[in-house]
């Protein structure tokens, strides 16, 4: 449900400072927008540390990206993020979201710049959460390189890596998008734990496939996912059923006739006489 005008900007003065606590956003890092109306967003500012964000601070763009008002009081000189053109790419991709999370996670870049995918099924819940994190191609940072790299990605996904940058999250809430990006640095703190003890051992493909059900319950799977979950994970039968593989003529274990068997046990019967 959208919140109203006050209730987000103190949402984002709100998730600044988890972002920031939880070591996601440093210095002037980081960014967050939400759907105000139909054409209208509100935005974090450029420069500012979004760790210490006050209501005051944050603008109202228009779907162009002009501004429709700036921050109030002392703030009336604040400009909106230089990634607002990523945030609006989103936007226009997705009519189905409410808001933008945009965060530099550590363990997220530094799996990103070692080129260990996070496009993987390792843990349940963020399956069912985030579904397949694809990785963009690298692009300069505010960049409109950067709007192209998320433009396709961000269609069929909740949640991005942005190469050598950070994240990427959406979500119907801000909140949402939020825990979005939480989880995807706690499954890349996980990933880069798995690096270290060597070990990569992905769900079994049935496993998959239950969580994938879930996640279409609560409405959060996308249109071409499966196909998705197919080629990575494995997961090709969307069916009620557990998997069980059919045989093909030429898997089939060769069978004999009763004359072959005949003949067959004729010869083991003369052999073993005959030793
Ligand atoms: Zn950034």
């Not at 500012?48 to 209501?55: D, I, M, R, S, T």
């Not at 843990?123 to 940072?141: R, S």
């Not at 949402?176 to 996980?190: G, P, V």
């Amino acid at each position: 449900m959208r919140q109203d005008e006050q209730a987000l900007r103190q949402t984002f003065v709100q998730i600044g400072r988890l972002m920031y606590d939880k070591g996601f956003i440093c210095a002037s890092d980081g960014n967050i927008s939400a759907r105000l109306g139909p054409d209208r967003l509100l935005i974090t500012p450029s420069g500012l540390h979004k760790g210490l964000l006050e209501p005051e601070h944050m603008l109202i763009v228009n779907l162009d990206g002009q501004v429709v008002r700036g921050g109030y009081g002392r703030s009336a000189h604040l400009k909106p993020t230089s990634e607002l053109p990523m945030h609006l790419e989103a936007y226009r991709q997705r009519p189905d979201i409410e808001a933008v999370v945009h965060a530099h996670p550590p363990i997220t870049v530094a799996l990103s710049i070692a080129g260990i995918p996070m496009a993987e099924c390792l843990i349940p819940e963020a399956i069912v959460m985030l579904g397949i994190v694809p990785t963009t191609q690298y692009a300069t940072p505010s960049s409109e390189e950067n709007v192209r790299a998320i433009r396709d990605l961000i269609r069929n996904h909740d949640g991005l890596v942005l190469q050598r940058h950070g994240s990427l999250t959406v979500g119907d809430s801000p909140m949402q998008a939020f825990m979005r990006l939480e989880s995807l640095e706690q499954n890349a703190r996980i990933g880069f734990m798995l690096a270290q003890l060597g070990v990569r051992n992905p769900l079994p493909p049935g496993e998959v496939e239950k969580l994938l059900r879930q996640r279409e319950q609560l409405g959060w799977s996308h249109p071409g996912e499966r196909a998705e979950f197919c080629q990575v994970c494995g997961a090709c039968h969307p069916t009620s059923q557990p998997h069980r593989p059919t045989l093909r003529a030429s898997d089939a274990p060769p069978t004999l006739n009763q004359t072959d068997l005949r003949e067959l046990v004729a010869q083991v019967v003369q052999k073993t006489l005959g030793s």
